[in-house]
């Protein structure tokens, strides 16, 4: 970081410009004038990159290695000047992170960008993926879509879970914790870009499940102490747990889960860990079950050093708009409110007129002006 005035021009600084997902890597520097053009920059970036100008996007940064959620909107009459500065205006930052979009900027601003990792039956990751999904859609449609990108995935590299229900469901990551399961029928803007999502089999076990006093599925977590409190770590899981079982027969059910060797499970330590208070270790005669029907801790967490994480393939990225067909789009749009009589008209006018741009968030473009969700789910 340096002020202004104490670069080596008048109004020159020397920008590192940094990929937006390996934001300790340098890719290139240029020296620019401060009141260069966010036009410009963006096309100094694409000529340095090889790429489009039309699929970059930049974004500053709280600190040189730490990228901002939020992208620059472009702005003919923003500079360099405004796009570098930190919190405190007296700070300018000489980094900013640049990502190469799947799709032109105009069209990807129409989805939400998911990052999901997909996890095997013993809660290993194996495939990371990036997945743009159009605007409008619900996460029913996200989960349809993904068995069918998921299974070619996993058939391609020897992957395919043979003890599971064959559904999958989606977990909402936050810190190495499981936040949330999203619900269906909520939409996919609920969530920002790059929202960290797992895609994992559901085991035949938990389908159907009714939370209550015979059964529950709980929410598991590593954890190593530092200072009196807990730090989380690893992959965490979901686990079923039943009517009347004492810790005992949830470490045998962990150790199953998770594939480990005989005897590793009872070196760990077992807690009820929550937000609010110390982690309290249970006792080989605890019945688990019954602490989370009466006071609901977060998760059970399992107290060890951290296990030798599996290498994860680096990002694919999967644009939804690619598994699109006219009947497809025709049934998302008339689930999200749209009258069929109205999607039927634009889907066959993009047919005759333009093919190759009929995806769903197109349509819905035109949809809205034609007419407002019957059922208020959309603006």
């Not at 890719?27 to 489009?52: C, H, Q, W």
């Not at 909107?73 to 700070?91: A, C, Q, V």
């Not at 409008?136 to 020897?158: D, N, R």
């Not at 007419?371 to 959309?378: K, L, T, V, Y």
Request: hydrophobic share 35%; aromatic share 10%; net charge negative.
């Amino acid at each position: 970081m340096m002020n202004p005035s104490s670069s080596s021009g008048s109004d020159e600084v020397t920008v590192s410009f940094r990929p937006f997902e390996e934001p300790n890597r340098e890719e290139f520097r240029s020296t620019m004038g401060l009141n260069t053009k966010y036009e410009d920059v963006i096309l100094k970036v694409a000529d340095k990159l090889g790429a489009s100008p039309s699929h970059l996007q930049l974004r500053g940064g709280s600190s040189e290695n730490d990228p901002k959620p939020t992208p620059f909107i472009p702005n003919k009459d923003s500079t360099l000047k405004d796009m570098g500065f930190f919190s405190r205006p007296t700070e300018f930052s000489l980094v900013l992170f640049f990502e190469i979009l799947e799709l032109p900027l105009r069209e990807y601003e129409k989805h939400i960008r998911f990052v999901i990792t997909w996890h095997n039956l013993k809660s290993e990751p194996e495939l990371t993926f990036t997945l743009l999904v159009p605007r409008g859609l619900t996460f029913k449609f996200v989960v349809t879509k993904l068995q069918k990108i998921l299974s070619k995935k996993l058939a391609s590299v020897g992957s395919v879970p043979s003890s599971g229900s064959g559904k999958i469901r989606l977990l909402y990551l936050v810190d190495n914790t499981i936040h949330s399961l999203p619900e269906e029928p909520a939409l996919v803007e609920t969530h920002f870009n790059h929202t960290p999502f797992r895609a994992e089999e559901i085991p035949k076990e938990e389908l159907g499940i009714v939370h209550g006093f015979e059964k529950h599925i709980i929410k598991v977590c590593h954890f190593t102490m530092d200072n009196r409190r807990p730090i989380v770590h690893g992959n965490p899981f979901l686990l079923l747990i039943q009517k009347g079982e004492k810790l005992p027969v949830i470490k045998e059910r962990i150790q199953r889960k998770l594939g480990l060797a005989e005897g590793i499970v009872e070196n760990w330590k077992y807690a009820f860990l929550s937000s609010e208070q110390p982690p309290e270790y249970l006792e080989d005669n605890n019945v688990v079950i019954y602490r989370y029907i009466q006071e609901k801790p977060h998760f059970l967490g399992l107290e060890h050093p951290p296990l030798e994480d599996r290498n994860v393939p680096a990002y694919r990225p999967i644009v939804l708009t690619d598994y699109e067909s006219p009947e497809e789009i025709i049934e998302w749009a008339v689930s999200a409110g749209y009258s069929l009589e109205n999607v039927e008209k634009v889907v066959a006018t993009f047919q005759r007129i333009l093919p190759k741009n009929l995806t769903f968030a197109n349509v819905i473009e035109f949809l809205k002006l034609m007419e407002r969700p019957a059922n208020g789910s959309m603006s």
